[in-house]
């Protein structure tokens, strides 16, 4: 009875929860509606995941007799699992956002890496169709895994500078190679019935350890300004395992889940990759971070300090006033402070916006969520193409630890390696103040010709003292003028 | 009628095709704003591997499928709830200025419908 009724609940579940993962989506599509989002999405993986114990009722012969075994593994790798990451997940600050995901994503490739080893040593898989396809899913599974595990130690700061050796786009090539000659190997020893010397286990065990080394040499050289699209096409990468593993399980929730993060973290890819000027093979295949001998150019003029008193109260005098946030902002743990003096300029009637670049931060996004914990109201604040044109009718720009995102020169300056890279025109402002640590340059080692602009003033200092102290300055006015 | 899954073949890159033109589609509009936990949620949407995890689990049959197959639903349980936590926490952290956020902002806001 029951073996005939939990196919069809199961069926149903994964139907909702397939139903429901897209509806999600696309609630998570406006702000006003993504908390929502989620939480529907939610609620199809718990269906989903219940549902999926009425395999019990099904299984092989061969695996009756561990069933027991194997129900307890079961409930204990999911509270294993979901409790920890669930935990970790809670506790972890907005800022490590980023490596959060690449590791989370690197277990579900993992997984789909995983399902992918059962089903090769067990022997499982029923022609060569669905052979190569559970091969290739393990590769692209297995590639994630790694791969976004070396960038989560590069986003941690556990793994420091990029490793570069010669030759290393040669090894990986071969290591590629490699992994594909294994994996026609145990084709044609299973599919061909052709004798080799090696046995298939084996060779399904070289076939993982070369996949795994080949993300992990492909990442190794990549630099961290890169790692968002590295991210992002793990993502993908993982999504579409999990795609290919669900079409050798039979599973529609898997393929259609799978292929729908795969298509999306594809578009998500692209999108940023061209928010940083770069092509996606340029990113993989060529390390950035090596710039290209940046020569200072014909930039004349010099850098201007100003005090962060003086800056303060032109603001608080100023009509409008657009903030452009980095991620020095986030690294000095200043956006309750920046959104502090932001509340004393809008009790003095300034309009205030944020302009935030699609790359600003580690992430794309990863500034709007670090502004949205300091309670910045979304609509205070703007993408680049909704705000670049208000810039020249813009009393100041305040731009807080953010380099390279307000360079005139990827407008104006061919020889340089951000040409082309769409910017946000913070020069075009009447008056300019630049926050800043130091004279230095940014994380990719250009100058930057905003800094020598004649509207354009320094504020030195770490942006959470300086933010202190355009509080005291502004603040200082208003006690002044009731005394 | 029947309800068995058969999935080969060209059935099978139909859903393959019509999945990722909805993925593309569904993403597209998404406001460059909500890309974080975006990313964060499609991460947990392919969360579900878990699925496949315990099905590979709950059908092995020798020590070495148990060991993979542990490993398997271990990730995929951590993909879902890790991503699960991350992505409501940054979501339920998007506030409009008009979610009681106090009446400070209330000449913003007129400025705005000005504006626009």
């Known amino acids: 009875m029951f073996s005939v009724v939990s196919p069809l609940v199961i069926g149903a579940a994964d139907l909702a929860a397939a139903f429901l993962f897209m509806f999600g989506l696309k609630r998570m599509s406006s702000p006003a509606t993504a908390a929502s989002g989620i939480r529907v999405a939610g609620i199809g993986m718990i269906a ?9 009722f099904n299984v092989d012969a061969a695996a009756r007799p561990h069933l027991m075994v194997n129900i307890g593994l079961a409930v204990l790798a999911l509270g294993l699992g979901g409790a920890g990451a669930w935990f970790v997940g809670r506790k972890v600050a ?24 059962v089903e090769l040593f067990g022997s499982r898989t029923h022609g060569a169709t669905q052979l190569a396809v559970t091969l290739l899913g393990a590769l692209i599974g297995a590639v994630s895994f790694s791969g976004s595990v070396i960038a989560w130690a590069k986003l941690d700061g556990v793994l420091k500078a990029p490793l570069r050796v010669k030759g290393q786009q040669f090894a990986n090539a071969a290591m590629m ?44 050289p990549i630099g961290g300004a890169d790692m968002p699209v590295v991210i992002s096409i793990y993502n993908a990468f993982t999504g579409l395992a999990v795609g290919l593993e669900g079409f050798v399980l039979q599973n529609p929730a898997l393929m259609i889940a799978g292929m729908v993060v795969g298509a999306a973290g594809l578009l998500l890819t692209l999108l940023m990759a061209k928010a940083m000027n770069r092509s996606v093979a340029n990113v993989l295949f060529t390390n950035f971070g090596t710039p290209a001998k940046a020569k200072p150019g014909a930039i004349k003029g010099t850098e201007r300090p100003v005090d962060a008193s003086d800056a303060a109260i032109k603001m608080r005098y100023a009509t409008s006033v657009i903030i452009v946030p980095g991620y020095g902002l986030a690294a000095a743990h200043a956006q309750q402070k920046l959104y502090e003096f932001v509340k004393l300029l809008l ?27 300091a309670g910045v109201p979304y609509d205070m604040i703007f993408q680049l193409d909704d705000i670049n044109d208000d810039f020249a009718t813009t009393d100041v720009a305040l731009v807080i630890g953010a380099n390279d995102v307000v360079n005139p020169a990827a407008r104006t300056d061919k020889s340089s390696p951000i040409f082309g890279m769409p910017i946000l025109n913070a020069d075009k402002a009447h008056q300019v103040y630049v926050v800043k640590r130091g004279q230095g340059k940014g994380y990719s080692g250009i100058v930057n ?10 504020v030195y200092g770490d942006a959470q003292a300086v933010l202190v102290q355009m509080i005291e300055a502004v603040r200082g006015l208003g006690a002044a003028a009731a005394a | 009628m029947t309800f068995a899954i058969d999935m080969t073949g060209f059935v099978a890159l139909y859903v393959f095709m019509l999945a990722a033109f909805a993925g593309w589609v569904i ?19 392919h969360g579900i591997v878990v699925v496949g995890g315990l099905f590979a689990l709950l059908n092995a049959s020798t020590h070495l499928e148990q060991g993979i197959g542990f490993v398997a639903v271990l990730l995929g349980a951590g993909n879902a709830a890790g991503g699960y936590a991350v992505t409501d926490r940054m979501l339920a952290m998007f506030k409009s200025s008009n979610d009681g956020a106090g009446p400070k902002h209330r000449a913003h806001r007129h400025r705005r419908h000005k504006k626009s």
């Open chain 1, 449 to 458: 010709a905003l800094f020598y602009s004649p509207n354009c003033e320094m």
């Open chain 1, 94 to 117: 907005m800022t490590a956002m980023p490596q959060m995901v690449a590791i989370y994503n690197g277990m579900g490739g993992g997984a789909a890496g995983s399902i992918a080893a």
């Open chain 1, 48 to 56: 989903a995941v219940l549902a999926s114990f009425l395999y019990i």
């Open chain 1, 347 to 373: 009790a003095a009637k300034v309009t205030v916006k944020f302009a935030i670049h699609p790359v600003a931060g580690r992430m794309p996004g990863q500034m709007d969520v670090l502004l949205a914990e």
């Open chain 1, 177 to 220: 190679l490699a992994t594909l000659i294994v994996g026609g190997l145990i084709v044609a020893a299973t599919i061909g019935g052709i004798a080799l010397p090696i046995a298939t286990p084996v060779l399904i065990w070289v076939f993982f350890g070369c996949a795994l080394a080949f993300g992990v040499l492909m990442t190794l």
């Open chain 2, 27 to 45: 993403i597209g509009n998404v406001p460059a704003i909500l890309h974080t936990p975006l990313m964060s949620g499609s991460n947990f949407v």
